[in-house]
Each structure stands twice: as structure tokens, then as C-alpha cells.
């Protein structure tokens, strides 16, 4: 039996948010990493914005997003 696929519809993407802070260790490739996936989305005609400010995160600003990505993200109490 196959896994019934969704719509394309149901898995467009069309904004990405990542939050890339660090509290104690900073990863030398957050940077990079971060780039590379603004440049993914270029590619593939989505819109990726990248924030280390943990107020960005919120309710509101998730609702026009289709993915959140943590890129090594380690502060605690945001």
C-alpha cells in the first residue's frame, strides 16, 4: 500500500523562517548554513528569513510561514 500524496496545493512553500541564535557555543557554520538556505529558496522560488532576535518568533509572524528551521540554535528562555 502507497502512501497517499497530498496535493500540491497542501505543500507549496512559500516562506520559510530560521532562527539561527546561539547562547554559549556559536557554530562556525550558522553563517553558511544560513546562506546557503536563503539561496535555496531563491532557487526554488520561496522566500527564506533568516533571524538570531528571538522576538522575530512569534505567533503572528509564524502564521505566514510554512517551515520554522532551528540552524543550531542553543539560548535558552526565548
Known amino acids: 500500500m502507497q502512501p497517499a500524496n497530498p496535493p500540491q496545493s497542501a505543500i507549496r512553500l ?3 523562517l530560521v532562527f539561527s541564535k546561539a547562547g554559549w557555543y556559536r557554530h562556525p557554520e550558522i ?3 544560513n546562506g546557503w538556505l536563503v539561496g535555496l529558496g531563491i532557487q526554488n522560488g520561496f522566500r527564506v528569513d533568516v533571524t538570531e532576535t528571538p522576538e522575530d518568533v512569534t505567533p503572528e509572524r ?3 510561514c510554512q517551515v ?3 540552524n543550531n540554535a542553543t539560548i535558552r528562555g526565548c
Open 62 to 64: 509564524l502564521k505566514e
Open 14 to 16: 512559500n516562506q520559510a
Open 68 to 70: 520554522l528551521i532551528l
Open 31 to 33: 553563517p553558511k548554513t
